[in-house]
């Protein structure tokens, strides 16, 4: 999902030692649309570096669950980026492998 950060959250820990934080990222649509999504646990310290109104891709995973015959729906993050800073992955020194011409030069 791609968007703006609008509001970033404090980390909010909870006696049990679980621990998230929340972000609202705007949606870059013809009708923008205000989301809240959930980052929990190891994931919280990686909004560290993140600003309201940093242009991201965020990853999320979409949760649901049943709570006294009402169903909730929450957004979970796990990986967010700046948007224009992916970094190219690392290129193999391998040569790519030529396929056979004839069946005489199957490898096997």
Do not use: C, H
Not at 46 to 61: E, P, Q, R, T, Y
Not at 72 to 99: C, F, H, M, R
């Amino acid at each position: 999902m791609k968007g703006t950060i609008k509001l970033i959250g404090e980390t909010q820990t909870f006696d049990s030692g679980f621990t998230k934080r929340q972000i609202v990222v705007t949606t870059q649509e013809q009708y923008p649309q205000d989301l809240a999504i959930e980052f929990v646990k190891d994931k919280t310290s990686i909004l560290d570096m993140f600003k309201a109104g940093d242009v991201v891709d965020v990853s999320i995973n979409l949760r649901g669950n049943e709570y006294n015959g009402k169903y909730y729906v929450n957004l979970q993050g796990w990986k967010i980026n700046k948007e224009g800073s992916d970094q190219a992955a690392p290129q193999s020194n391998t040569q790519p492998i030529a396929a056979p011409t004839s069946k005489d030069d199957l490898p096997f």
